[in-house]
């Protein structure tokens, strides 16, 4: 596949690591044009107190890429992150419709929940724009509480084997990527199914929280699998970055200024070049 034009459609943070400053970099890393929409404009991350947030609104979301394809310009694929609204979810979809390939891929991380509960600011009706968008990607991306939502499926704090292989087959997405998932007591990591098998990939779990793995992990994975790898071999390579990086960050004291990655790109590009 090699080079590609991506579209990522996400939040970006003026101050802190994730979102479209963790996406841009990455994906640029792995050799691919990189476009971007912001959806919102922060000051800082939320892991801050009371950041500026900008609103573009759909009007000015719908003149960008207008604009876009009045100039022809379409995209081998589209990956979204945190959108923030309904009328943001309905401008990806239309543009997806309208600036996507025919071949391209619609990779999509809902974005909206953790730990059991959705994120500020979002709610039920955020809930359902996002399951008509999730119903449309080729990859979907979400963490264990995003999949429960998105499934209709009550969320477990520990959830076993079975629970997540019934998950997973909720879905009737051609491949789906379940992160956050650990199955031993030390682990974490990530299930996939593709082609109607479910297998995983685990690694030691460091404690904690760090803001902005998973825009990490979506943006390496993506990054990974239009260079032409297999999903298995991205998912691998996104779960061992991903890691890489928690380590860097966890040996930081300013670790709420988010994922420490910089100094992980070059094992990032050295495994793209080896495999």
Not at 89 to 116: C, Y
Not at 141 to 167: D, F, K, V
Request: aromatic share 8%; with cysteine; charged share 20%.
């Amino acid at each position: 596949m090699g080079h590609k034009r991506v579209l990522t459609v996400q939040d970006i943070s003026c101050v802190g690591q994730c979102s479209l400053t963790v996406a841009l970099p990455v994906l640029s890393a792995c050799g691919h044009e990189t476009c971007v929409l912001p959806t919102e404009l922060l000051s800082t991350h939320t892991g801050f107190q009371g950041p500026a947030v900008l609103h573009p609104g759909r009007e000015v979301l719908e003149r960008f890429w207008h604009h876009w394809q009045r100039e022809g310009i379409t995209f081998d694929a589209i990956c979204t992150g945190y959108l923030g609204s309904v009328d943001a979810v309905e401008v990806v979809l239309e543009l997806t419709e309208r600036l996507l390939k025919p071949e391209g891929l619609l990779i999509v991380d809902p974005a909206m929940a953790d730990h059991g509960r959705m994120y500020a600011g979002l709610d039920g009706a955020y809930a359902e724009s996002m399951k008509e968008l999730s119903c449309r990607a080729d990859i979907l991306i979400p963490n264990l509480t995003e999949a429960a939502i998105l499934a209709g499926t009550p969320w477990s704090e520990q959830p076993e084997e079975g629970y997540i292989r019934e998950l997973m087959d909720s879905f009737r997405n051609p491949n789906v990527i379940l992160t956050g998932v650990g199955l031993r007591p030390g682990e974490t990591g990530a299930a996939y199914r593709s082609e109607g098998i479910t297998e995983f990939y685990s690694h030691p779990k460091v404690e904690g929280r760090f803001s902005g793995t998973g825009d990490l992990f979506a943006a390496c994975f993506a990054g990974v699998l239009l260079k032409g790898h297999s999903l298995p071999d991205a998912v691998k390579t996104a779960a061992d970055f991903t890691a890489q990086c928690v380590m860097l960050t966890r040996e930081n004291s300013a670790r709420r200024y988010g994922i420490r990655f910089e100094a992980a790109l070059p094992w990032l590009i050295r495994a793209l070049e080896e495999a």
